[in-house]
């Protein structure tokens, strides 16, 4: 018998870093429709699910392989069900979905992917800093130390730390001691470093420490999973008074963006 084409696509969506408020509202607007929701559960709080139907089908695929969480969404869209993928954070980044794609696309199967807030644009809000501060630091670096997914040489961290920008070291947390040395290498040993635990979820920890005691502060407090740190001049500079001001608000130019 030929199967019919789907009539949706499916829909990979991001999440946020854990607070079911910070979901887009295009995000929350498919959750509450769709007839199945698989979601990386693993990752995600339970108190994201609050937006789902009653009768909506909810999946978790924490303990599944590629294979099988691919094998589920076509079965589902193929029945003609609304299909909602969930992932953490924005799928953009870590978020694992190229093979996904890769595997939905071999199948003929449509999909659209949904923008969600990063753990990095959450931490600055709690930390109330901008990480492009005019005169300090323009650029953002958002990267990984090298484990059991290895990092391109020509991406490794001690080079990357050259920049002194501002750095956002993902999925690094069981690594931190060599991180760290890696930091060190060139940003300053009293940069003020954030050490950002389950961002968004209910037992959410930020700690803030120099470089220097990066590594024994991560393990002392025992923050090895799902922690982001954020590495950057801005951090010093935000308890300054004297800051550069951006030249956006500035009386002596006529600007036509403000």
């Known amino acids: 018998m030929k199967l019919m084409n789907p009539t949706n696509p499916i829909y990979i969506i991001g999440a ?4 079911p408020d910070l979901i887009t509202v295009k995000g929350r607007q498919l959750l509450e429709k769709a007839d199945v929701v698989v979601y990386a559960n693993s990752l995600i709080p339970d108190s994201m699910l609050q937006y789902c139907r009653a ?11 590629l294979e099988e969480i691919v094998a589920i969404m076509i079965e589902k869209v193929r029945s003609q069900k609304l299909v909602v993928r969930l992932h953490d954070g924005d799928p953009a980044l870590y978020g694992a979905i190229q093979e ?3 595997a939905l696309i071999a199948a003929n199967i449509p999909f659209e992917i949904i923008p969600g807030v990063s753990a990095f644009q959450l931490a600055a809000a709690r930390l109330q800093t901008e990480l492009t501060v005019p005169q300090l630091v323009q650029t953002i670096i958002l990267t990984r130390i090298s484990g059991r997914t290895q990092v391109p040489e020509r991406e490794e961290l001690s080079s990357l730390a050259a920049h002194q920008a501002s750095l956002c070291l993902y999925l690094s947390a069981h690594h931190v001691e060599n991180a760290q040395a890696k930091l060190m290498e060139h940003y300053p040993s009293d940069t003020t470093v954030a050490i950002c635990y389950r961002l968004g979820w209910e037992d959410e920890q930020i ?7 990066m590594a024994f502060t991560t393990i002392a407090e025992n923050l090895t999973r799902t922690t982001l740190f954020v590495i950057s001049p801005a951090l010093n ?5 004297n800051q550069e ?3 956006l608000y500035s009386s002596h130019y006529s600007r036509l963006f403000r």
């Not at 009768?55 to 392989?65: F, G, K, M, R, Y």
């Not at 700690?207 to 005691?213: C, G, Q, R």
């Not at 500079?237 to 008074?241: C, D, G, L, M, V």
């Open 100 to 102: 996904q794609m890769t």
């Open 207 to 213: 700690i803030t420490v120099p470089l220097a005691n």
């Open 245 to 247: 001001r951006s030249q």
């Open 237 to 241: 500079h935000n308890q300054k008074s």
């Open 16 to 19: 946020g870093p854990g607070d």
């Open 55 to 65: 009768d909506a089908e909810i999946i978790p695929t924490a303990s599944q392989s």
